[in-house]
């Protein structure tokens, strides 16, 4: 099994087209650690696993991008140890940069008078734009296939080491879970949460068949 997955793992890393989708994979996860802080910023609520780090990092008074770095290779050995497969470029690319970039502009907002105290018409003009950006970002990383975050390759190894309840409820189960977590522990659940639960599947199956060209 080790080394079947060890195969698949460097067969992804000699796909057509590597430079294109380690670009989409680095621009994918930069605008997506981007529109993370801005959705901090405005306190619409983010995604659930964002959500649940956001509520754990300011817990502990860690940084954001160093707690999520920390749970991320917490979570990526369990992954190499059922299933080295789902791993690849982009969930390396995924786990350092999403909080480290979203760090960054956390940061950057907290030096700007004009970011805070926002109006309600001024967080939902920003809210708008950037909740697009943030599907269009995911998107992308995700059509470039190589490889997905540990959060999101737990689920499916539990679905797929097991027959009796599907995918989609067991990933159901572990948005719950996470973004229930985070909201006790003073987390923001809005609208963008729920944005992120239900559009973005449609979203990257949609985008992925725009761009799958551009990876072929």
Wanted: glycine fraction near 8%.
């Amino acid at each position: 099994m080790m080394k079947s997955s060890l195969a698949s793992f460097f067969l992804n890393m000699k796909r057509p087209r590597m430079g294109r989708r380690l670009a989409a994979v680095a621009v994918g996860n930069f605008f997506l650690g981007l529109c993370v802080a801005v959705l901090d910023q405005i306190q619409f609520g983010t995604d659930p696993c964002s959500v649940l780090n956001l509520g754990m990092a300011r817990t502990l008074g860690m940084a954001f991008g160093d707690y999520q770095l920390l749970v991320n290779i917490l979570m990526l050995l369990i992954v190499i140890r059922f299933d080295l497969s789902r791993i690849g470029a982009g969930t390396l690319v995924n786990m350092v940069g999403v909080g480290y970039v979203a760090q960054f502009f956390m940061w950057i907002f907290g030096g700007m008078p004009a970011m805070q105290n926002l109006s309600l018409a001024a967080r939902t003009a920003l809210f708008v734009p950037t909740m697009i950006v943030m599907l269009v970002a995911v998107s992308i990383y995700m059509a470039a296939d190589m490889g997905v975050a540990p959060y999101d390759a737990l689920p499916q190894i539990i679905a797929k080491r097991q027959k009796k309840v599907s995918f989609r409820v067991v990933r159901m189960a572990w948005d719950v879970a996470a973004l229930s977590i985070g909201w006790l522990l003073g987390s923001t659940v809005g609208v963008a949460t729920v944005i992120t639960g239900f559009c973005l599947g449609p979203v990257i199956t949609w985008v992925s068949r725009k761009v799958e060209p551009f990876f072929n």
